[in-house]
């Protein structure tokens, strides 16, 4: 019941592979999408799980950046809001639209800068599907409820989109594999070789410590903050810079009972948001502090945790201290170097920086945000052009158009796919039809067909997951532990307990030791 690496077999069986992907992130399983549904043969290896780093310690948001518009990223902005509705269309069951609440405060940018912003915002990129700004009396709306007294006064309310980002990545991985792409996790790069007409890399896995070479005509360095770590003596040194940024989140139980978001204004110039979370939960992040060190050690500080907790106490009328936290997590991005220098400043543009001097082309990926993967991916496909001949298929934009696993069905329509998935089953509970619904989107209805088949497949752990949903998540979706499942694959990790880990743990290891068998 392990994840699979391929359905179209191992690594020896297709190298020389025309790609070789290092990073499992958004960006290294994006372009993994895209170039095998191009006609490429591709493989990609990850040294941890899927979205084990930076792409799972977002804010989970599809958006524009709109404090971006103040560093004048005008073309950044326009692209990240077109492509919010694209990734919207093709993973309706994962994205959903939001309205975000801005108050007014004296003493922080004037009301006209933010009409002005919020203008731009709504026209750069061509905006179809999400409603406009509109300005609130937050004296008599109720998204002034929750709010301090001497802040309900006027504000403004615009959209963006929610997005979970771990499985963003995960159906990237599992469409790209669907189409021929090798994908290999836990599976690091020990050493990288260069030649004239190609690429080695030795592959270790992490649990066995068994080597193999790999080989592929160009190389796509997508490690994200690891980016300038990769080991070979015939690897060159990045040309450009990476600025490791610090993003720390915390969650509290819900502060407000409407399903709406803030945004909130800090005398620091940075901006911090509040965002339903898993129905019962606030979401309140990010900070943005250089970070030096192991990208894989970050945690959140508790200088963060202070600084979160009382920039969302500054709004709210009900104070927010560290006991409310029930959870936190922290990411490293690995943002390109501009020399900025404050950290919220720098730019979450990308640069694709093609090494093709003296031997086989390298192309590596500094910076980016997750809302603009896809047309990272795009782009780094037209720089390798030259050196991969003519993209097989399918022309140079159909991951735009063709939707991810489980997502054909229409956008705002989760709710019908739920009640179609809880009709004829008693064995299941409305809210956990609509959790598979917004998880796995149509897909949901073959996790609960092998639970019909199986009644002993509809053991539950806690909070509604079976047997069932776990299997397939090793199965299909490269899951190997309890954390991948509970805290990428879903977030149900909030809703179990100590005892409820340990069984589901329990139950993943003697999967992987039948499967072994």
């Not at 339903?276 to 963060?304: N, Q, R, V």
């Not at 500054?314 to 390109?336: Q, T």
């Not at 990428?488 to 499967?515: I, N, Q």
Request: with cysteine.
């Amino acid at each position: 019941m392990e994840g699979r690496t391929s359905t179209q077999g191992s690594a020896a069986e297709h190298s020389p592979f025309d790609i070789a992907i290092i990073g499992g992130g958004v960006n290294g399983c994006g372009i993994a999408r895209d170039a095998a549904g191009r006609g490429y043969s591709v493989y990609l290896c990850e040294q941890g799980d899927l979205a084990g780093a930076t792409s799972s310690a977002s804010t989970k948001l599809l958006h524009g950046g709109l404090r971006y518009l103040e560093y004048y990223e005008f073309r950044l902005v326009r692209e990240a809001l077109t492509e919010r509705e694209v990734i919207w269309r093709i993973a309706p069951h994962i994205v959903r639209p939001l309205r975000f609440v801005l108050p007014y405060r004296r003493g922080m940018r004037p009301w006209w800068m933010l009409r002005l912003g919020l203008f731009l915002y709504d026209h750069l990129g061509g905006r179809k599907l999400l409603p406009a700004t509109r300005a609130l009396d937050l004296g008599r709306d109720p998204a002034g409820v929750p709010l301090k007294a001497e802040l309900r006064t006027r504000g403004f309310e615009y959209s963006d989109c929610w997005v979970d980002d771990a499985r963003l990545v995960v159906l990237n991985a599992c469409d790209a594999r669907a189409r021929g792409a090798v994908i290999e996790t836990r599976a690091r790069a020990v050493d990288i070789a260069r030649a004239t007409d190609g690429w080695a890399l030795r592959i270790e896995d992490a649990q066995t410590r068994q080597r193999k070479e790999v080989r592929a005509r160009v190389l796509i360095n997508a490690a994200g903050p690891w980016a300038d770590r990769l080991v070979g003596e015939t690897l060159p040194a990045l040309a450009g810079r990476l600025r490791l940024v610090q993003g720390s989140h915390i969650i509290v139980p819900r502060l407000f009972d409407h399903d709406r978001c803030y945004i909130f204004q800090n005398p620091d110039g940075r901006i911090v948001f509040a965002i339903p979370y898993e129905e019962d939960f606030t979401l309140i992040g990010t900070t943005d502090h250089d970070f030096h060190g192991d990208p894989g050690a970050a945690k959140i500080t508790p200088d963060e945790t202070e600084y979160l907790c009382a920039a969302a106490s500054e709004y709210f009328s009900r104070s927010i201290s560290p006991a409310d936290v029930v959870w936190s997590y922290s990411g490293v991005r690995a943002l390109y170097d501009d020399g900025a220098s404050a950290a919220q400043a720098a730019t979450r543009d990308y640069v694709l920086e093609l090494n093709d001097a003296g031997g086989a082309p390298l192309l590596s990926v500094l910076g980016g945000k997750i809302t603009t993967y896809r047309h990272l991916a795009l782009d780094a496909l037209d720089k390798l052009s030259p050196h991969l001949g003519a993209a097989a298929a399918r022309g140079a934009d159909w991951t735009g158009t063709a939707p991810l696993p489980g997502g054909d069905f229409a956008p705002g329509a989760t709710a019908e796919l739920a009640r179609d998935l809880q009709r004829g089953r008693s064995w299941i509970r409305p809210g956990d039809a609509a959790r598979l619904a917004r998880t796995y989107g149509t897909q949901a209805e073959e996790v609960l067909a092998a639970a019909d088949a199986d009644p002993g497949a509809r053991r539950v752990f806690a909070a509604g997951l079976t047997v069932a949903e776990v299997r397939h998540l090793m199965r299909e979706e490269f899951a190997r532990t309890s954390e991948d499942v509970l805290w990428r694959r879903t977030k149900l990790g909030l809703r179990f307990a100590p005892e409820d880990v340990a069984a589901l743990e329990d139950f993943m290891a003697s999967e992987r030791k039948r499967a072994a068998a």
